[in-house]
């Protein structure tokens, strides 16, 4: 069993278009986030949920939208797509964020995506 | 702020050297410690962690010591194979927040 899924693995798309992403985790965590890798590999988080509920919103702009319709969903949602916006994108998954064991993050098999 | 500092890469070994990669940090009050490892193609995945000072993570022969007194948790193996070449990026998570701070990353190549 897969513990975070993405769909898609693969985004290619138009500027200007509007696409989602969609992430599920199986492993009952409370906390979800959204992560941004570029072509160095740099990893900035995004966004951050705990329990269906916005935590972390990290200068991101207003073109992206999260939503979290219960605890082990996550969906990511682009608006007006711009040339900037190509790279990896990244969910995760962790039990209990900043708890006293330090939270261990569950990645997800990221999405590339593409803008043209 | 927090923040996460290890060594620009890539590093480039031969099969059975020995690796080292440094990490240093900076944080307010205790933080956990981490080394992802992130092979070609895929997602992160947590390597060994360590959540006090002088506690030693360990996995699949790589260590890290938690060191208070000069914020480091550098990686090392004393054997490297070439299925490790992947990018390795130290982390730390901080009690009471909800996120993770994660370094630039180390692309490392071993050679046959």
Same mark, same amino acid.
């Given at each position: 069993?897969?513990?975070?899924?993405?769909?898609?693995?693969?985004? +290619?798309?138009?500027?200007?278009?509007? !696409? %989602?992403?969609?992430?599920?985790?199986?492993?009952? *965590?409370?906390?979800?986030?959204?992560?941004?890798?570029?072509?160095?590999?740099?990893?900035?988080?995004?966004?951050?949920?705990?329990?269906?509920?916005?935590?972390?919103?990290?200068? +991101?702009?207003?073109?992206?939208?999260? !939503? %979290?319709?219960?605890?082990?969903?996550?969906?990511? *949602?682009?608006?007006?797509?711009?040339?900037?916006?190509?790279?990896?994108?990244?969910?995760?998954?962790?039990?209990?964020?900043?708890?006293?064991?330090?939270?261990?993050?569950?990645?997800?098999?990221?999405?590339?995506?593409?803008?043209? | 702020?927090?923040?996460?500092?290890?060594?620009?890469?890539?590093?480039?070994?031969?099969?059975?050297?020995?690796?080292?990669?440094?990490?240093?940090?900076?944080?307010?009050?205790?933080?956990?410690?981490?080394?992802?490892?992130?092979?070609?193609?895929?997602?992160?995945?947590?390597?060994?962690?360590?959540?006090?000072?002088?506690?030693?993570?360990?996995?699949?022969?790589?260590?890290?010591?938690?060191?208070?007194?000069?914020?480091?948790?550098?990686?090392?193996?004393?054997?490297?194979?070439?299925?490790?070449?992947?990018?390795?990026?130290?982390?730390?998570?901080?009690?009471?927040?909800?996120?993770?701070?994660?370094?630039?990353?180390?692309?490392?190549?071993?050679?046959?």
């Amino acid at each position: 069993d897969t513990a975070v899924s993405q769909t898609p693995k693969y985004l +290619v798309t138009q500027m200007g278009n509007d !696409k %989602s992403i969609k992430c599920e985790q199986n492993l009952g *965590h409370d906390t979800m986030y959204w992560y941004k890798q570029d072509s160095k590999k740099f990893l900035k988080i995004m966004f951050s949920y705990n329990n269906k509920e916005l935590i972390i919103n990290e200068t +991101v702009p207003n073109r992206f939208s999260p !939503k %979290s319709p219960d605890k082990a969903h996550l969906n990511l *949602h682009i608006n007006s797509l711009e040339l900037g916006d190509s790279a990896v994108y990244f969910c995760a998954s962790s039990q209990v964020a900043g708890g006293p064991s330090g939270d261990t993050q569950y990645f997800g098999p990221g999405t590339r995506l593409t803008v043209l | 702020g927090d923040s996460v500092t290890q060594m620009e890469g890539p590093v480039t070994l031969s099969e059975e050297a020995f690796l080292t990669i440094n990490c240093t940090y900076t944080a307010t009050g205790y933080p956990s410690l981490f080394w992802y490892v992130q092979y070609p193609g895929e997602g992160l995945q947590l390597l060994l962690k360590a959540t006090k000072a002088d506690d030693k993570g360990s996995n699949k022969g790589f260590e890290a010591t938690y060191r208070k007194e000069t914020t480091s948790f550098h990686l090392e193996k004393g054997s490297v194979q070439v299925s490790d070449s992947a990018v390795y990026f130290c982390a730390l998570s901080s009690t009471g927040g909800f996120k993770t701070i994660f370094g630039a990353g180390t692309r490392l190549f071993v050679k046959a």
